[in-house]
């Protein structure tokens, strides 16, 4: 449910929110421009208690919230949301190019790669230090020594950097190092790891399964911020379809549609998304041109070496290239990087 607030007194907003406290619902107050709404929270079956708060001072209505995902969706908080990484904001008018390997392997890898996509106008570095891998024989990631890699490379550049996290287990130990935290597209509905990562204090990169529907993807949303955590930035990476000229079939529509639903921000990654380096900048363009909020690039000194993911990476040279080419897309878009 939804309270709207006809005053803006403190003490009848107090008021409302011990009387949803004391039914058993959590509140979150949305401090608007122009009223204050307060969402109530839980259990859907005591709707009718929530209704009776409209006699209560200051209390202007009583709105069901519609939608399955309340926190994640539109019809609680209007305004888009921005989530900032120490001096990087994503959302909300500013676009956010995350980019580096598919998976750190080594100091140098890594640090080059920092230095050249930070150069080129990154705002964060990404980095797979726990790799989700379909063989059990493939790379698995250099795990925590990873982690100490990429806290190199953010002291050396200062880029704040986002990694996956794979299991509840991994939490605490990735949450301290990293800026932001990755679930991976196998993940997205592991609900242990998502309400785990919900009690973080770190922002959460949630990328869409790649068999998930749009609905899915929010519902997944809404575990992580019903346990706490509202910094959610999600993460169109290509769903599976009939077609196998592309690793995944990138949806460009979810990103329109996203951004219909919910307030938070969208960013996509055409390099999962399409499996293949040279469709990533166009499909990198198209995606801002969709209304995306950022995105997210593979990018490696010598992909022909790579560890993983190789072939959808780009060569830094391609992706100074491919930030210069944004330029235009993103003036359009009214978006700053
Ligand atoms: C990755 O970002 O390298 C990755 C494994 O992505 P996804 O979970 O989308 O496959
Ligand atoms: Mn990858």
New binding site residues.
């Given amino acids: 449910m939804i309270i709207v607030m006809g005053s803006r007194d403190q003490d009848d907003v107090d008021r409302v929110i011990r009387k949803i406290e004391e039914f058993g619902y959590k509140a979150h107050v949305i401090l608007g421009v122009e009223r204050t709404v307060i969402g109530a929270v839980g259990d859907e079956r005591g709707k009718a208690r929530l209704q009776s708060l409209e006699s209560l001072p200051g209390v202007e209505r009583v709105v069901p919230i519609l939608k399955p995902f309340k926190l994640a969706g539109r019809e609680l908080k209007r305004e888009d949301t921005q989530i900032r990484v120490g001096s990087v904001e994503i959302g909300a008018g500013r676009f956010c190019v995350m980019a580096g390997p598919?998976s750190v392997e080594g100091r140098e890898q890594i640090l080059e790669t920092a230095r050249i996509v930070k150069e080129a106008g990154a705002g964060v570095l990404r980095g797979?230090a726990y790799k989700?891998r379909t063989s059990p024989y493939s790379f698995q990631g250099l795990e925590e020594e990873g982690l100490h890699l990429l806290q190199e490379a953010r002291e050396a550049t200062g880029l704040p950097f986002v990694t996956?996290v794979m299991t509840p287990e991994q939490v605490e130990l990735v949450e301290e190092h990293a800026d932001i935290l990755q679930i991976?597209?196998?993940n997205m509905q592991n609900f242990g790891l998502l309400k785990q990562v919900g009690r973080a204090r770190k922002p959460v990169f949630l990328?869409r399964g790649m068999m998930s529907t749009v609905n899915e993807l929010l519902m997944s949303a809404e575990y992580v911020m019903s346990e706490g955590n509202l910094d959610v930035i999600l993460c169109e990476?290509g769903i599976r379809t009939f077609e196998t000229e592309t690793r995944n079939t990138l949806d460009l529509s979810a990103v329109p549609m996203l951004k219909k639903l919910s307030h938070l921000p969208v960013v996509v990654?055409p390099s999962?998304g399409t499996g293949h380096w040279d469709l990533v900048a166009p499909m990198a363009k198209a995606a801002v041109a969709a209304g995306a909020d950022g995105l997210m690039i593979e990018v490696h000194p010598h992909p022909e070496d790579a560890f993983s993911?190789g072939s959808q990476s780009l060569k830094p040279g391609r992706f100074r290239t491919l930030m210069e080419e944004l330029k235009p897309f993103l003036e359009i878009a009214g978006k700053t990087l």
């Fill in positions: 598919c797979g989700p996956e991976g597209a196998r990328k990476r990654d999962h993911d």
